[in-house]
């Protein structure tokens, strides 16, 4: 039997708003009924009864009509740009604020000016010395030349992902994962210079492409943590070791000045023997250091 492994939990990502909010409605709807009430209101009452089936005939026509003139009404945002084709050919880019749309003549096309967002979908990827790696990112960019936008590119979010991520794994293809990992900033910037390169064309600034999260396989994980675990362990080594040179280097010049100087020595005694008899527990026997070194010298002639 199998024991199947537990499925990763789908990462949810924010999507920005696309398309146009239409602002018009409101204008486009004011603009109709409001003369359209007037104008039957007058009709109902200022027509004898028998002329009033000929007048609300006559009415209606004109609703029609004034309903097709009023449909060209559009409103662009403070950050909105409309390109306007008249019979295919682009005739002019109009806003922020009211516009007009000859009906059946023209058409708009609405392109958001704000800086954008696109989550580039996660990439699997090889760096360099051969390791597998799925990376996410987003890209921020902004249309510059709305005309551009619109004639040189059949759909310049499309595009631009696109490109953001043939870039992305191009150049982390020519990476160890050693510089993956570490050169994060360096790599963000490399691809938002390429992308940018191109679009440039397409009427477009990219203002940065960010590297969200980079996914190792869980082998290579683990071996990465026992490597980061010896390395620490190291330096804790080292670290020790050269505490413990220093700490031997300053006994050392200790020992030299407190045999140079015997009253630094003594007085280091009794600061040692004020400390030991600072505890109820211990128990002190002092031995006079002047016996100590008396015995010392008799000692040595006996061994000469």
Do not use: C
Request: glycine share 6%; net charge negative; charged share 20%.
């Amino acid at each position: 039997m199998i024991a199947s492994s537990p499925e990763q939990p789908n990462r949810v990502y924010a999507k920005p708003a696309e398309g146009h909010v239409s602002l018009g409605r409101g204008v486009r709807q004011v603009l109709f009924f409001v003369p359209m009430v007037v104008l039957f209101a007058l009709l109902f009452l200022g027509l004898a009864p028998r002329q009033r089936p000929a007048g609300l005939t006559a009415g209606v026509v004109v609703a029609v009509v004034w309903g097709v003139v009023v449909g060209g009404v559009r409103v662009a945002a403070e950050w909105e740009r409309g390109v306007i084709l008249q019979l295919g050919k682009i005739q002019d880019v109009r806003g922020p604020g009211l516009l007009y749309v000859v009906p059946v003549l023209e058409s708009v096309q609405f392109i958001d000016t704000r800086t954008l967002v696109i989550n580039i979908p996660r990439q699997k990827v090889i760096t360099q010395d051969n390791v597998p790696a799925e990376i996410d990112s987003a890209l921020f960019f902004q249309v510059s030349d709305a005309q551009k936008a619109v004639t040189s590119i059949q759909d310049f979010r499309f595009a631009v992902s696109q490109y953001a991520q043939a870039a992305l794994r191009d150049v982390v293809g020519g990476l160890s994962l050693d510089e993956l990992l570490s050169e994060r900033e360096q790599i963000q910037t490399q691809i938002g210079t390429i992308v940018e390169a191109q679009v440039q064309a397409w009427g477009m600034h990219i203002d940065s492409i960010r590297l969200q999260d980079i996914e190792l396989p869980e082998d290579l994980k683990r071996m990465m943590s026992r490597q980061a675990s010896a390395e620490r362990e190291k330096r804790a080594t080292i670290t020790k070791a050269d505490g413990d040179r220093l700490a031997a280097q300053s006994l050392a010049a200790a020992a030299q000045i407190m045999a140079a100087n015997p009253i630094a020595l003594e007085l280091r005694t009794l600061q040692s023997i004020d400390g030991l008899g600072a505890s109820p527990s211990n128990t002190v026997i002092l031995f006079p250091l002047e016996l100590s070194q008396a015995l010392g010298n008799l000692r040595q002639p006996a061994e000469d």
